[in-house]
């Protein structure tokens, strides 16, 4: 693509944010109906290109989303922006389309290991489900996309072969008929070398898709792995303000790349994100008072490049001391 991905040169790149489901979804605290709603409306101001707001799935596996239905009924919702639904199953999608969903987003693992912990069923099984789900979105009208945990490895089984991941591409594009697809990096074991040779592969089979790159920070490599999927022509990224999150079906799972490092970072290497990285922030802050813990994401409390701090109190003193050794 462009050999130097640090060199943004005014490229879109469209950033999703997931933390209301992704990260929401790992918290024990139970963050209040309103607040979770308040959390978007500041997102979409803060100017995110797509929202997975919530997720339909069974209140007794993930308690946290029960109000999935209010929340995407009462959200604010600025044109241009995609308000998206994660589903499990049929029955998810009936709800998410009653609550007037933009897009579906259905999962399924590369890993039959994964698959089994997270969704009880085996790859073939979900697939057969999943083209059911799909099937009922086409005739309601609304997108779907199918984030493909796993894809950079399993916790459980190890290398998740390249060509296993992109047969199952194949057919989630080509039988099933998906919209798009994100290659999920659901436990942070990617690393740049197989981001942007597996990104490569996938733009130069199918140019034309929607295609998001899922990281997570597990191993300290996500902002990194950005960078190779940039470089490798990708232009979406799904991340999570805080960076919170985390799987409760994969050991060892930890937060997503964090939405605001990511911004900040492309905003410095002139890409067009068109996040308010200030705006973004402010919905940050309020995070640690609604899960009752600090957020892994650093800018909350280092600030931005160029947010400066005050000198020490005794600064003259201490210009007076030294000018007075010259
Ligand atoms: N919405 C609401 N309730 C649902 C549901 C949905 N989409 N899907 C299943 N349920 C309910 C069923 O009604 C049933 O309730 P009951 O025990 O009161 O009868 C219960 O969940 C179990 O349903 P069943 O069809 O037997 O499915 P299951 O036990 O095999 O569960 C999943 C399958 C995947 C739907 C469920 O485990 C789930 O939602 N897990 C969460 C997955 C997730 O969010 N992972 C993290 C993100 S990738
Ligand atoms: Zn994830």
Redesign the pocket.
Known sequence: MTARPWHGEGRRVYLQEVGTRDGL?GEAQFVPTPDKIALVDALTDAGLAKIEVT????????PQMRDAEQVLREIRRAPGVVYSA????V??AE?AIDARADELNL?MSASESHNLA???MTREQSFTALAEVAALARGAGVPVNVSL?CSFGCPMEGEVPADEVMAWCERLLETMGAHGITLCDTTGMAWPGQVHALTTAFRERWPQTELTLHFHNTRGMGLANVLAALDAGADRFDASFGGIGG???APGASGNVSTEEVAHALELMGYDTGVDVPRLLAAVAKLPGLIGHDVPGQILRAGRRLDLHPLPADFEAIRARAEART
Do not use: E, T, W
């Open positions: 979804q997720s339909f799935v069974s209140p007794k596996a993930i994660l589903v499990p199953n029955r998810g709800r999962v997270n969704l009880r945990s799987c409760p079906y």
